[in-house]
């Protein structure tokens, strides 16, 4: 059985919500056909399981927040032992897509990924030939790999575009084993000393998760391919149309339970980190993200149609992404799931751009 974690990043709630939501759209009889396969899978068995973490995003937290405050999150995530980790990150690949189209995705790639240009040129190749080299050297498995090769790996997984990757290389490394060498130049080691130590779900999460686990890699799975969905966006039209859907009471309300978690995460040290996700995990805060964001836009009666434009960007997104994890779930995933992938995705993915 494959089973898979996917970090997402989503805001928090504790407050009462309105419950037990009615779907809009009756299902046809011709989509009722996919329950055949449904049907099907569950008399199989050994189907595979998927767990979505939502997450805020651990940039905020202050300097001085103690990191070890994780480990009974990560103790319990490692006891129930995914065998791949899938991150909301910018795939390498998609990088330089965004790179080479970047008429079409002005400032995307700036924003959201990685510079690999150092790396590849410490190896003299592209990211297509590091991702090549990643996938002929991790298709041989080891129970463990010496210091030079996970130093090379670590590498090319900087030049392929992947760094929470290479951020999985590196913790695998004794503290004494992190050095130059193989390739990797002083500047590039000081890159990945950084990054390890760095506030950021996909490290303090996913690729910490991952080294105990003994894995290769973490799978990044984010998309912006997308945002074109939009059309041609006039800020000055859309922003005051957008702003004014999220003046809500569910959005206040919302906003006002962030504040307070995030306070008191901060503030109290003795807090149950466990206690925070269980809260962005609940359902009462996906129907009052989904109430005070989506639900707010998808309503919106404004004459530029900004609401819509902003749910053409994210539904296309999630599909996306949703199409990604389940790329990564590979072909020992069984038919019948790829529904709850979706809905799990579109429920816990958070509202990054505003």
């Known amino acids: 059985m494959i089973t898979s974690l996917f970090v997402s990043a989503a805001l928090m709630l504790a407050a009462d919500v309105p419950t037990d939501p009615k779907p809009v759209n009756a299902v046809t009889e011709a989509a009722k056909a996919v329950y055949i396969a449904d049907a099907a899978a569950r008399e199989r068995g050994d189907r595979s399981q998927l767990l979505v973490l939502g997450t805020t995003h651990l940039s905020g937290l202050p300097d001085s927040f103690d990191r070890t405050r994780f480990s009974p999150l990560l103790d319990k995530l490692e006891a129930w032992a995914p065998d791949r980790i899938v991150i909301e990150s910018l795939s390498g690949a998609q990088c330089d897509y965004l790179r080479t ?30 991702e090549a080299e990643i996938e002929v050297t991790l298709a041989m498995p080891a129970a463990d790999r010496p210091a030079p090769e996970r130093r090379r790996l670590a590498l090319l997984f900087l030049a392929s575009g992947n760094p929470a990757s290479a951020a999985v290389q590196w913790l695998r490394l004794g503290a004494d084993e992190r050095t130059a060498g193989d390739g990797l130049t002083e500047a590039l080691k000081d890159e990945l000393d950084r990054r390890v130590a760095r506030k950021n779900e996909n490290i303090i999460i996913g690729a910490t998760l991952a080294a105990k686990l003994s894995h290769e890699r973490v799978y990044p799975v984010d998309d912006h391919t997308g945002d074109r969905a939009t059309g041609p966006v006039d800020d000055k039209l859309y922003d005051p149309e957008i702003m004014a859907a999220w003046d809500n009471e569910f959005a206040h309300k919302r906003r006002e339970a962030y504040d307070s978690w995030n306070e008191r995460v901060k503030s109290d040290p003795d807090m149950d980190v466990i206690e925070w996700y269980r809260a962005s995990n609940a359902a009462e805060e996906a129907r009052f993200a989904v109430a005070g964001d989506f639900g707010a836009q998808a309503g919106a009666k404004g004459p530029y149609g900004a609401g819509r434009k902003y749910l053409a960007y994210w539904e296309t997104r999630n599909m996306r992404m949703a199409a990604n994890i389940r790329e990564v779930l590979g072909p020992k995933q069984g038919a019948g799931d790829r529904r709850f992938v979706t809905q799990a995705l579109l429920r816990a993915v958070s509202r990054r751009h505003k």
């Open 101 to 130: 189209y970047a008429f079409a995705h002005e400032g995307t790639a700036d924003g959201y990924c990685y510079d690999p240009t150092a790396a590849r040129a410490a190896l003299g190749m592209t990211g297509a030939e590091a």
